[in-house]
């Protein structure tokens, strides 16, 4: 090879990664689309879009929320395993979305079609009724379905979600005959609720603001100790429900082999959001905990959850056969 030629090639070589580098810095050169597996109006779209708005500052681009409800919040890991990888779609990734694939066929492998950004948050749940129903606690609610066998309907966040599966548990365990009744989210559980449709639904933190406002009651929590905001209302464990401690935790992917530079970028614009004090505020409001994992943490955090939710499946035999 001509001597020329090598001093051209190894120039060109030299120049690769910083002109790599250069790139890189500019991300994102265009906004960012945040997909929200949940309607509009929902805890989970409240809490997405005060992220979003904390990241458009991060990034000095502007993350748009578009919102993809339905088919046990799915719909936006969906997407995103079907995208480019270039960062500049990523979405929600839920617990059941982690299940599902387990449970039926699905557009995505779990386990081979993200690039895990971030983990943020997670949902803290229990069991509301209207307050102006006859119940006052939550062994009132189990008398009656008891007596009226069939006639109680139960609603969910979404067919297969993490509310749902507890929702049949309890049913189970008390031998009830009731009416599950799956909904897209809160945001379409709260006005059949309140409507008269159902006589009890699992809810997220994003009821709460009812609960206060004295709308709805609720009957008990699923977390390991009382909520601080509602120190009055008894855990599942005190009930004596053994074992029941119930979170949905969730954080952010993108799609697989997304460049390891641009996911960088991504969790670091994510991260600023996560903490930034407008962001925190609304977490606080929600009752929702921050639990925060940085990308490699968060990996593994997803691998190890995706194998015990296959055993899982496996082990109540729900899986499709």
């Known amino acids: 090879m001509p001597h020329a030629t090598r001093r051209a090639l190894l120039g060109a070589s030299l120049a690769l990664p910083a002109l790599a580098a250069r790139a890189q810095s500019r991300f994102p050169e265009r906004p960012i689309t945040l997909l929200v597996p ?126 749902h599966l507890a929702m049949v548990d309890l049913a189970e365990r008390e031998k009830l005959e009731v009416v599950h009744v799956p909904f897209r989210g809160e945001a379409d559980a709260v006005p059949a609720l309140l409507g008269g449709h159902i006589e009890a639904t699992a809810a997220g933190t994003g009821l709460y603001e009812l609960i206060k406002e004295g709308k709805l009651r609720l009957l008990n929590v699923w977390t390991p100790d009382r909520r601080p905001g509602f120190p009055e209302v008894p855990t599942l464990l005190e009930l004596g429900y053994q074992g029941m401690v119930i979170t949905s935790p969730y954080g952010l992917v993108a799609p697989a082999g997304l460049d390891p530079d641009i996911t960088a970028a991504l969790h670091e614009g994510f991260r600023r959001a996560l903490h930034d004090p407008s962001h925190l505020a609304v977490l606080a409001k929600l009752d929702q905990p921050l639990q925060y994992l940085n990308s490699a943490d968060y990996a593994r955090n997803m691998a190890e959850t995706i194998d015990m939710e296959e055993a899982r499946v496996k082990r109540l035999g729900l899986g499709a056969g």
Do not use: C
């Open 38 to 163: 949940f309607p509009a109006g929902g805890a989970t779209d409240v809490q997405m879009r005060a992220l979003a708005e904390a990241a458009s500052r991060a990034f000095g681009q502007t993350v748009v929320t578009e919102n993809r409800p339905g088919a046990g919040s799915t719909l936006g890991p969906a997407a995103v395993a079907r995208a480019k990888p270039d960062g500049y779609l990523v979405s929600q990734m839920t617990l059941p979305a982690l299940r599902l694939p387990f449970m039926q066929r699905m557009a995505y492998d779990p386990r081979r079609d993200f690039t895990p950004i971030i983990h943020l948050t997670g949902y803290t749940f229990g069991i509301v009724v209207r307050a102006e129903s006859p119940w006052k606690t939550w062994q009132e609610v189990v008398a009656d379905a008891r007596r009226n066998p069939g006639k109680h309907r139960w609603g969910n966040t979404g067919a297969n979600g993490t509310p």
